[in-house]
């Protein structure tokens, strides 16, 4: 024997080779042995290191204080879960357990998971959620809006907590306002039914406008009650307003959804529904203002606009009557100076004035020519005198006639002269028309008329 060979067979023996196997054969032994045994089995744990590939395939551990197990769960698993995977969730899994040949690595084949303790609770919430989703009890376009002065607030929530005491103590400082309440369990078995007998004894009382609807802040165990389906039903059937107030502001609940407005405390939703009777007193102000100066604004402008149209129709109506008030003086110039009494006075002016001339030149002849003057005038005198006296009265008479029918004594009585657009005289009715603007003369002054109807008598036989 040489020295690089060894030989651990007794001497005189034949030697046996030991058995040799190759790593696959290793290991899909292995895995048949695990499948075998561990086939259908429950591991409940925390998930840890999770990784979702780009295949949708899931990666991660299943551990407790004490060990961890690698777990894979393959696409078509991963999208038949009703819930989404995360770390720190706790799990109940059902799989095999088994060896993946590539990496040679000992995992834990997952078919089926679900939550466990917490977890499986906010499960079922999740599935109520979709449900509730779906009969449309969450729509938005069903919230209704909020009234700005509600004149009786109602509220339900526990007698003894801190909440009704929040909402009194809002409401006192902002705008004092009946608050009636409807004491109801805000946490326990019986927290559902209270919850929604509260709020339907509350929605008959009349004259309530809107209702506070929660609690205070407490754990999500103590919250739970606000998820139960009936109370969730209850919130949205409400016939008035409800404003959820659950919890603290990083706490959700179904009820919140259900809502017509969520509020993130109890104070908070009382300083949603009431009103700041101090700040609408202040706004009161600014708007009695802006309205006072809006509306002496508003005045100056109809007032100069006023104002200016009225001039503007002064200038225009002058403007369409210069011609004819200059043409009707002329015309009452001209019939003035034609009136007898005027043309009488002429000739008597002038008869005086030839009577001074021929006195004065009667006062300069030669005396013989006045001794033949003054007879002339004893003769005139004399011939006067024996003129008859009928013709004297029928001269009076023709001269009062004359007057009469002077258009200036005409006016004088009251009577007025009628012209169309153009400056003629109107005589008849029927020569004119409704909405004709018309001229009225009078003994001093004159109108412009509208004619609003027309009476025309019918010609005589």
Same mark, same amino acid.
């Given at each position: 024997?040489?020295? *690089?060979?060894?030989?651990?067979?007794?001497?005189?023996?034949?030697?046996?080779?030991?058995?040799?196997?190759?790593?696959?054969?290793?290991?899909?032994?292995?895995?048949?042995?695990?499948?075998?045994?561990?086939?259908?089995?429950?591991?409940?744990?925390?998930?840890?290191?999770?990784?979702?590939?780009?295949?949708?395939?899931?990666?991660?551990?299943?551990?407790?204080?004490? =060990?961890?197990?690698?777990?894979? @769960?393959?696409? =078509?698993?991963?999208?038949?879960?009703?819930?989404?995977?995360?770390?720190?969730?706790?799990?109940?899994?059902?799989?095999?357990?088994?060896?993946? +040949?590539?990496?040679?690595?000992?995992?834990?084949?997952?078919?089926?998971?679900?939550? #466990?303790?917490?977890?499986?609770? @906010? %499960?079922?919430?999740?599935?109520?959620?979709?449900?509730?989703?779906?009969?449309?009890?969450?729509?938005?376009?069903?919230?209704?809006?909020?009234?700005?002065?509600?004149?009786?607030? *109602?509220?339900?929530?526990?007698?003894?907590?801190?909440?009704?005491?929040?909402? %009194?103590?809002?409401?006192?400082?902002?705008?004092?306002?009946?608050?009636?309440?409807?004491?109801?369990?805000?946490?326990?078995?019986?927290?559902?039914?209270?919850?929604?007998?509260? &709020?339907?004894?509350?929605?008959?009382?009349?004259?309530?406008?809107?209702?506070?609807? *929660?609690?205070?802040?407490?754990?999500?165990?103590?919250?739970?009650?606000?998820?139960?389906?009936?109370?969730? /039903?209850?919130?949205?059937?409400?016939?008035?307003?409800?404003?959820?107030?659950?919890?603290?502001?990083?706490?959700?609940?179904?009820?919140?959804?259900?809502?017509?407005?969520?509020?993130?405390?109890?104070?908070?939703?009382?300083?949603?529904?009431?009103?700041?009777?101090?700040?609408?007193? /202040?706004? $009161?102000?600014?708007?009695?203002?802006?309205?006072?100066? =809006?509306?002496? !604004?508003?005045?100056?402008?109809?007032?100069?606009?006023?104002?200016?149209?009225?001039?503007?129709?002064?200038?225009?109506?002058?403007? $369409?009557?210069?011609?004819?008030?200059?043409?009707?003086? !002329?015309?009452?110039?001209?019939?003035?100076?034609?009136? +007898?009494?005027?043309?009488?006075?002429?000739?008597? /002016?002038?008869?005086?004035?030839?009577?001074?001339? &021929?006195?004065?030149?009667?006062?300069?002849?030669?005396?013989?020519?006045?001794?033949?003057?003054?007879?002339?005038?004893?003769? $005139?005198?004399?011939? @006067?005198?024996?003129?008859?006296?009928?013709?004297?009265?029928?001269? =009076?008479?023709l001269a009062g006639a004359l007057d009469a029918l002077s258009p200036l004594a005409v006016l004088a009585r009251g009577y007025a002269i009628v012209t169309q657009q153009d400056g003629t005289a109107l005589v008849?009715?029927?020569? #004119?028309?409704?909405?004709?603007?018309?001229?009225?003369? $009078?003994?001093?002054?004159?109108?412009?008329?509208?004619?609003?109807?027309i009476d025309v008598e019918p010609e005589p036989g």
């Amino acid at each position: 024997m040489s020295q *690089g060979e060894l030989s651990f067979q007794a001497p005189g023996n034949k030697p046996v080779r030991p058995s040799v196997w190759s790593v696959s054969q290793v290991v899909r032994g292995a895995n048949r042995m695990l499948e075998q045994r561990f086939s259908n089995l429950w591991i409940e744990g925390e998930v840890g290191s999770l990784k979702v590939a780009g295949s949708g395939h899931a990666f991660f551990t299943l551990q407790d204080a004490d =060990a961890a197990l690698p777990a894979a @769960m393959w696409r =078509a698993s991963v999208e038949a879960l009703p819930f989404r995977l995360e770390n720190g969730q706790k799990l109940r899994c059902l799989g095999r357990l088994g060896i993946f +040949p590539k990496q040679g690595r000992f995992q834990f084949y997952v078919e089926r998971a679900e939550p #466990t303790g917490l977890g499986a609770k @906010m %499960l079922e919430l999740e599935q109520r959620k979709r449900r509730l989703t779906a009969e449309g009890l969450f729509d938005p376009a069903k919230r209704r809006p909020i009234p700005r002065w509600p004149r009786v607030i *109602g509220v339900v929530t526990s007698a003894t907590g801190a909440a009704i005491h929040d909402v %009194l103590e809002v409401a006192r400082r902002r705008c004092p306002s009946k608050v009636v309440l409807s004491p109801a369990v805000v946490q326990g078995p019986d927290a559902p039914r209270s919850l929604v007998s509260a &709020l339907s004894r509350l929605s008959r009382v009349p004259g309530v406008d809107v209702i506070i609807f *929660g609690r205070g802040g407490g754990s999500a165990e103590d919250l739970w009650c606000f998820n139960d389906e009936s109370v969730v /039903r209850a919130v949205a059937a409400c016939p008035v307003p409800v404003v959820s107030a659950i919890g603290h502001e990083v706490d959700s609940s179904l009820s919140d959804l259900a809502a017509d407005l969520r509020a993130a405390t109890p104070s908070h939703a009382a300083e949603l529904v009431v009103p700041d009777l101090s700040q609408a007193q /202040r706004r $009161l102000t600014v708007v009695r203002g802006r309205l006072e100066r =809006a509306l002496s !604004r508003t005045i100056l402008d109809q007032q100069s606009r006023l104002d200016t149209a009225i001039a503007a129709l002064a200038r225009h109506g002058r403007a $369409l009557t210069r011609d004819r008030r200059d043409r009707l003086a !002329r015309g009452q110039q001209a019939l003035a100076q034609q009136h +007898p009494r005027r043309r009488l006075d002429r000739d008597r /002016r002038r008869l005086e004035s030839a009577t001074s001339r &021929l006195f004065a030149a009667a006062g300069e002849a030669p005396r013989p020519a006045r001794e033949r003057l003054g007879a002339l005038q004893h003769r $005139l005198v004399v011939a @006067m005198q024996a003129a008859p006296r009928a013709d004297r009265v029928r001269l =009076a008479r023709l001269a009062g006639a004359l007057d009469a029918l002077s258009p200036l004594a005409v006016l004088a009585r009251g009577y007025a002269i009628v012209t169309q657009q153009d400056g003629t005289a109107l005589v008849q009715a029927s020569e #004119t028309a409704v909405g004709a603007t018309l001229g009225v003369h $009078l003994h001093r002054g004159s109108l412009r008329v509208a004619v609003t109807d027309i009476d025309v008598e019918p010609e005589p036989g």
